[in-house]
């Protein structure tokens, strides 16, 4: 009997928000991974972890890091090192999973929610990206919708938790109240306030972030010219972004039929019964995988249009979960093709 492949990854970044949580997920996935090795800057060079129950020296990340051969690297260090180290990754065989914004809307590299466009993971050539985290929750159930009654237009307002930022945003909003207290990511206090502020500011007046949300679900769901806007808002939230979807379609809808078809899809948890109070509540989807759909509703404004709430783990399912279910979607593959 032939024995299993087992294969080897590298996790970049694994000292930071993400890269604790991809650590988290790895050991409850339990891959047909041999070896792991994690690496981070050279501030934490050093550093001891202990994962799967053993001590492991987080290494610096150097140019000849990936000499040694690796079949996959999750990347979860920021544009500037994803964009300098993961051609070379890829150089040397490895597939590389970045969480950064440095390669999304390259058009030779796949963008990827795995629920809703893998087969552009067999496209890729060394480098996939993982999607903004706001952007991910969106499309689960987008592509679910568009598929049955194709979407018209969309418009996003997220209420995004300050995880999202990192240490720093974290930082912000449990120490913001202290006397004397200087603000380590946000122009402006989080604590007690919402800011309509994510990233830069562009030319035309909408933040990166917006810009973000519009220019890749445009990609992942194929479809380039698909009229959307975009706010996106960061409140007082440690983790789990929410957000108000309103879209539009072309066809007409039963909703207790698009009610049941949102059910009936993978990773989508429908919470939706208001004469009870019940809808997706970010402190309920921490620790969570799935996509939660809820306040759903016509939007009797347009012919045929509805409103949702959709809420999600931005850390597990907004990037660190997202880009190891790629990984197992090529392990996949890579055992079909043997």
């Not at 987080?58 to 000499?67: A, G």
């Not at 207290?181 to 989080?190: G, M, S, V």
């Amino acid at each position: 009997m032939a024995q299993e492949r087992k294969y080897k990854l590298a996790v970049v970044g694994a000292t930071g928000v993400v890269g604790k949580i991809a650590r988290e997920v790895l050991e409850e996935k339990k891959l047909p991974i041999s070896e792991y090795k994690f690496f981070c800057s050279s501030k934490s060079a050093g550093s001891k972890i202990t994962f799967m129950g053993k001590e492991y020296i987080v290494h610096e990340l150097k140019e000849d890091t990936f000499d040694e051969g690796f079949d996959f690297a999750i990347f979860s260090a920021g544009g500037e090192t994803s964009k300098k180290f993961a051609p070379i990754a890829a150089s040397h065989g490895c597939i590389v999973v970045d969480n950064s914004s440095q390669w999304r809307m390259d058009k030779d590299v796949p963008l990827v929610v795995p629920e809703v466009n893998s087969e552009a993971i067999k496209e890729n050539h060394g480098i996939i990206a993982n999607p903004n985290c706001s952007t991910i929750q969106a499309v689960v159930p987008l592509k679910v919708l568009d598929e049955k009654y194709k979407i018209k237009r969309i418009v996003y307002s997220t209420y995004q938790a300050v995880s999202g930022a990192g240490l720093k945003g974290i930082q912000d909003l449990e120490n913001g109240e202290d006397e004397g207290y200087e603000l380590q990511k946000f122009a402006h206090p989080i604590v007690n306030n919402c800011l309509p502020h994510i990233d830069v500011f562009l030319d035309n007046g909408y933040t990166k972030e917006e810009e973000k949300m519009i220019n890749e679900t445009r990609k992942i769901l194929n479809r380039p010219d698909l009229p959307i806007t975009a706010t996106t808002v960061r409140v007082p939230v440690l983790n789990s972004h929410s957000e108000s979807i309103n879209v539009e379609f072309e066809k007409k809808f039963d909703l207790d039929e698009l009610t049941e078809a949102l059910r009936n899809a993978k990773d989508i948890i429908v919470e939706d019964d208001p004469k009870h109070d019940v809808y997706p509540l970010a402190i309920n989807a921490n620790g969570h995988d799935e996509v939660y759909v809820g306040r759903l509703r016509r939007d009797f404004s347009i012919e045929s249009g509805i409103n949702m709430w959709v809420v999600a783990d931005n850390l597990r399912k907004g990037a660190a979960s997202n880009a190891i279910q790629i990984v197992e979607e090529l392990i996949r593959l890579d055992k079909i093709d043997e």
